[in-house]
């Protein structure tokens, strides 16, 4: 019995390894984002079920089939059909578990047909939190060609200080791996262009720069009224980022290193103008100023507390106007409005977090961020899902590179024009830059 028994595990075994080549087979050759089978580029997106996944609760993709509790009886367990059902996971490795690496680790951990397998980090402290965070099966190392260079890893996301993005995201695409960048794509125009040109040499591949407002619901259904041509022809936009006022050693340290307010922080409403004028725009001039009362110190560092910069998109046809500062007393609040020949669109009016406002004796209040971490929260998930089915299942993405490469181009500009105190004519550098 037990013999007989034995037996038929093995023909199930034998069957169920054919299904796994045929069905892997099928989903590379179908697959329209799937790299060039040759050597430099071998596959990389796991097929059918990825045997460590069955080990970590991390590495569990969703099977949506019956499971078992041991790793050494599932093969048997498993019929033909659940095999079929078990979707691809995107096998993301994260350079940087600083404060946003760790917010994205998490996210990652907590989403669906995506985890993180590799971390690339060096401080002691981090290395020993991603550890604890991966497991047993899980790489982290402080070595990044090592890192980038796995063969566990499908996908890196970098999240290192910005004077690494332009040599990190050359490295991955060397090694074959998607990328998906936090903002700003690199350092200064010429590394942003660079990487733009770049990544046009690796067709099969992936490569993105996180703006989380992308992916925020309220700007998204923005872009698709504006797309609708519910308000007409855009004219002019409106944004800004105003952050909670934080009289910190964390605040000076980080402004002497942050580039100015315009590349840091106001660089995501640039972003996200783009983004929601859904066009191939050319910025052709800049105009930025403010003031440091606040902190009198900024100066030092050639930047300010509160930033007004003036954007021509294509001459004079539309105007960016976008403010960025660092001396909100009621908390976060990111802000912007959208004009047309027929309408306008505001989102996010009131710096309000939820939908929920206290009534009592001093009055009505609502509740507000206290930061652009906690007031796209959910943005950020949806942005890491966006990167996934981008890549597993070729889902139109609403990321765009060369938007990233522009926005550095008018973020620097904006910080030129403030210094200077002259207005900038933008020139975006071109593919040998
Ligand atoms: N989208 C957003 O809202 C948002 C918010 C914050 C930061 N960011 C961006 O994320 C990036 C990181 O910012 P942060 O605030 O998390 O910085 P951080 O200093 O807190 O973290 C940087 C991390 O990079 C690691 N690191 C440094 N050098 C490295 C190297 N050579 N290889 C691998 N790892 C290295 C450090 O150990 C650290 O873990 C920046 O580009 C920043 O602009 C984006």
Known sequence: MLRQSLSVLRIQQRKLNRIGRVWSAAAFSTSPLA?????????RIPQVINPPALLSSHFTPPIHTTTTTT??????????????????????GVAGAGRMGRIHIENILSLSRVTVTAVCTVLPHEIEWAKSVLGPEGVVTPDYN??????????????????????QVFGALKAGKHVLCEKPIAGNPADAW???????????LKVACAFPRRYASVFVEAARRIKNGEIGEVTTLRSQTTDLYQNDEFLINYIKHSGGIFVDCTIHDIDACLYLLGKDVLPTS???????????????????????????????????????????????HTM????????????NGQPRLLQVDISDETGTRMIGAKSHMELFTEAFKLEIEGFRDWILDGTEAHFNLKDAAKAVSIAYSLMESLRSKHSVDIALPGPSA
């Open 35 to 43: 790299p060039p089978r040759t050597p430099a580029h071998p596959p």
């Open 71 to 92: 790793v050494h009886t599932t093969a048997a367990i498993h019929t033909t059909a659940n095999i079929m059902t078990a979707p691809p996971v995107l096998r993301i």
């Open 146 to 167: 090592e890192f980038v260079n796995l063969p566990n890893v499908d996908a890196v996301l970098l999240v290192t200080p910005t004077g690494f993005h332009k040599d």
């Open 194 to 204: 660079a990487v733009y040109y770049e990544s046009l040499k690796y067709p099969n």
């Open 286 to 332: 800049a105009y930025g100023t403010g003031s440091a009362n606040l902190f009198p110190q900024f100066k030092e560092f050639g930047d300010v507390d509160d930033a007004l910069g003036l954007v021509n998109l294509d001459g004079d046809k539309t105007v960016m106007n976008v403010y960025g500062s660092r001396n909100n007393r009621h908390g976060h």
């Open 336 to 347: 912007t409005e959208i004009m047309g020949t027929k309408g306008r669109i505001l989102i």
